[in-house]
C-alpha cells in the first residue's frame, strides 16, 4: 500500500517491472491512497491523521499490517526472505506492507500495526522506497525459491 501516487516515470517503470516479476510467485497488488486534497493547508499531524484513516480503512482484521519505518527492524536479504517464508508457512492470508507519506504514520496506524521494517538507517524519498520495497521483495521470493537472482 502506498501513500500518493509514483509521479516519476523512471520509478513507474521499474514498479511495474518488479510488480509483475513477483505475481509470477504469488498474488501480489499495490493499492494507492490517493493524495491527501488541500494538503498544504494541513500541520504534519493533520496530514498524518487522513492518511491514516485511508490506511486503516483499507486493511481488514486478519490481515498483517507492516509498516515501512526509519524504527523498523532492519534486514539482510536472505533474513526477509526468512522472515517472508515464516508468514508463508504460518498460513498468513494477507501481508500488507504500507510506504507512508512524508511525515510517517499516524498514532492510530502505528497501534494496528503488527510490525515495523526498515530498508536502510539512510533517508530515501518516498517514491524511491517503494522501488527498492518491491525488488526486495522480488528478491526475497526467488531467495526463497532457491533462483539465482540473488548474488550474496
Not at 530498508?119 to 525488488?135: A, D, G, I, N, Y
Request: zero cysteines; hydrophobic letters at 40%; proline letters at 3%.
Amino acid at each position: 500500500m502506498l501513500v500518493g501516487a509514483t509521479d516519476k516515470k523512471y520509478l513507474r517503470e521499474g514498479i511495474e517491472d518488479y510488480q509483475k516479476r513477483v505475481i509470477h510467485y504469488l498474488p501480489f497488488e499495490i493499492k494507492v491512497i490517493a493524495d491527501i486534497k488541500n494538503s498544504r493547508n494541513l500541520t504534519a499531524d493533520q496530514q498524518k491523521e487522513r492518511e491514516g484513516q485511508a490506511i486503516l480503512h483499507l486493511v481488514s482484521t486478519g490481515d498483517e499490517l507492516v509498516l515501512l519505518d526509519v524504527d523498523g527492524a532492519e534486514y539482510s536479504s536472505p533474513e526477509l526472505a526468512g522472515w517472508i517464508e515464516k508468514r508463508m508457512l504460518a498460513g498468513t492470508r494477507h501481508l500488507i506492507f504500507v510506504v507512508g507519506g512524508p511525515y510517517g504514520f499516524s498514532a492510530a496506524v502505528y497501534k494496528r500495526a503488527d510490525g515495523k521494517m526498515s530498508l536502510s538507517r539512510l533517508t530515501f524519498p518516498h517514491q524511491l522506497v517503494r522501488l527498492l520495497f518491491v525488488e526486495q521483495l522480488y528478491r526475497a521470493l526467488t531467495i526463497i525459491k532457491g533462483e539465482p537472482y540473488h548474488h550474496a
